[in-house]
């Protein structure tokens, strides 16, 4: 059977009176899913960076140890030559035997340079590091001090969250489709969730816009469903939230 638009009202109220229940349960837990969530990612991207910097370290000590072999290969090259430097027949072979060792102790220099860098990028990224290390145990501590407040929170306030949850899906039953959306529209569009509003003191309690008199009448009369002409919610009068108390789990 087709609704009135009373039944209409009465039922929107409800379940503005339900979703409002909800939102006051979900602002006792105010930022606190959201700080946990930052915090995760902030773990993360910490656990991300010291993975990194760690693959980094790691090939720096490789290519130390590649150089500390360079340079005793250079080492071991230079004693080879100049063990042939006493049979050498002409200056020639001297010279190019020369030329070799020369070309070693040069490569011995190269190394040693590039090792000092490598130490000082070694040192640099350490502290880097153990800095990063720091500040990931430090937010490890407040994830967890703020995952403790929250599941406190959640624990005192879930059960009474779900059963209004189930509430709100069997009053969203009794609105037509067009209306209901309409009414997700209204409590998205406004940061307090409020698509339902009544007459408080011959003014919207939306927006606290006066309503003109011959308006406030047809909204007590229940005959159209009115919408505030300055924020567009759905009015209903004062009568009609007193009749209506919402409905119980």
């Avoid at 816009?209 to 004062?238: F, S, W, Y």
């Amino acid at each position: 059977m087709e609704q009135t638009i009373e039944q209409k009202l009465k039922a929107l109220w409800q379940l503005q009176t339900i979703h409002t229940k909800i939102d006051k349960i979900r602002q006792v837990r105010g930022e606190l899913p959201m700080e946990v969530g930052d915090l995760e990612d902030e773990i993360a991207g910490l656990e991300t960076r010291i993975e990194k910097i760690r693959g980094e370290l790691d090939e720096l000590e490789d290519s130390i140890v590649n150089r500390r072999n360079m340079i005793k290969d250079a080492q071991a090259a230079i004693k080879k030559y100049e063990g042939q430097l006493n049979e050498v027949k002409n200056n020639r072979e001297y010279d190019a035997i020369t030329k070799e060792i020369e070309i070693q102790g040069l490569d011995i220099q190269v190394s040693e340079k590039k090792i000092r860098e490598f130490e000082f990028e070694i040192k640099n990224k350490t502290e880097v590091y153990e800095n990063t290390q720091t500040t990931l145990e430090t937010a490890k501590k407040d994830l967890e001090v703020k995952k403790g407040e929250l599941d406190t929170i959640t624990s005192e306030t879930q059960k009474d969250e779900d059963e209004l949850v189930n509430q709100t899906e069997t009053a969203e039953k009794e609105i037509e489709d067009r209306l209901l959306r309409v009414y997700r529209r209204l409590r998205t569009s406004y940061k307090n969730g409020l698509a339902v509003v009544s007459i408080d003191r011959d003014s919207c309690s939306g927006c606290h816009n006066k309503i003109p008199p011959q308006m406030q009448l047809e909204i007590r009369q229940r005959k159209k469903i009115i919408v505030c002409e300055h924020c567009g919610r759905i009015l209903v009068d004062e009568a009609l939230v007193h009749e209506e108390a919402p409905m119980e789990g």
